[in-house]
């Protein structure tokens, strides 16, 4: 595997579902990133962990919660979600948060029914 | 509040032809503006950054011009080619800290025709 590489691609989950989102990153980067992608709107910056501390918690309701056990690895676990939390969730990392070029995974298309 | 916006939602060019996608932005205070790409099924794509005391960098095919004066970026593809069909986003980084916060603007779908 190379790059970022994100699981599963596809998630159909119902208001009162738990699931968790996997991101890694396979490029020895220190920071990791979580953007929410919704139709018509700009990438939603959603969280920041840099060398597995998170340094950025864009206001995001407590239904998401992120984990970064270490510096490849990033899962959002998601409760109790609303149909309009549905959107392409993109995982990104990047050298350190000093580098604003980012290495972006291919998502993970989520579904709230 | 900060926002970075695009001109038009939607550019259709031929093939062969030169592509100019334009990004507007509120932040004076920041550093770097990049611009990425989108294909379907895919992450975005970095593409080419410019340094904010810089007006004009250019890349293989592509060139990206910075006008502080009215806060506008654009991204010029020469010679525009079908694999080029994606969807387009500028997004700068306020120097507030290294906090990796990078705002992006909505895109602009830029379809080839052949």
């Known amino acids: 595997e190379t790059g970022v590489t994100q699981t599963p691609r596809h998630l159909v989950m119902g208001m009162t579902n738990k699931k968790s989102l996997k991101c890694e990153q396979h490029?020895?980067?220190?920071?990791m990133y979580w953007y929410k992608q919704s139709a018509k709107k700009p990438l939603e910056l959603m969280f920041v962990?840099?060398?597995?501390?998170?340094?950025e918690n864009n206001s995001v309701p407590s239904r998401f919660s992120p984990e970064c056990p270490n510096s490849s690895h990033l899962f959002l676990h998601l409760h109790t979600l609303q149909p309009e939390d549905s959107a392409l969730y993109l995982c990104?990392?990047?050298?350190?948060?000093?580098?604003?070029?980012?290495?972006f995974g291919p998502g993970t298309r989520l579904t709230v029914t | 509040g900060e926002s970075v916006g695009l001109h038009l939602p939607t550019l259709s060019v031929q093939e062969g032809d030169n592509s100019i996608i334009n990004c507007a932005y509120s932040?004076?205070?920041?550093?770097?503006f990049i611009w990425y790409k989108q294909e379907s099924g895919k992450g975005p794509q970095f593409i080419i950054d410019?340094?904010?005391?810089?007006d004009k960098r250019q890349g293989q095919r592509v060139t990206v011009l910075l006008n502080k004066t009215v806060k506008h970026l654009s991204l010029q593809i020469a010679a525009t080619q079908p694999g080029d069909s994606a969807v387009y986003f500028c997004?700068?980084?306020?120097?507030?800290?290294?906090?990796?916060?990078?705002?992006f603007g909505q895109g602009t779908t830029l379809q080839v025709k052949p």
């Open positions: 932040n004076s205070a920041s550093d770097y």
């Open positions: 410019i340094r904010s005391n810089m």
């Open positions: 962990y840099n060398f597995k501390e998170q340094t």
């Open positions: 990104a990392s990047s050298s350190g948060t000093g580098s604003y070029e980012q290495y």
């Open positions: 490029l020895g980067h220190n920071a």
């Open positions: 997004a700068d980084r306020p120097t507030f800290g290294n906090t990796g916060k990078l705002i």
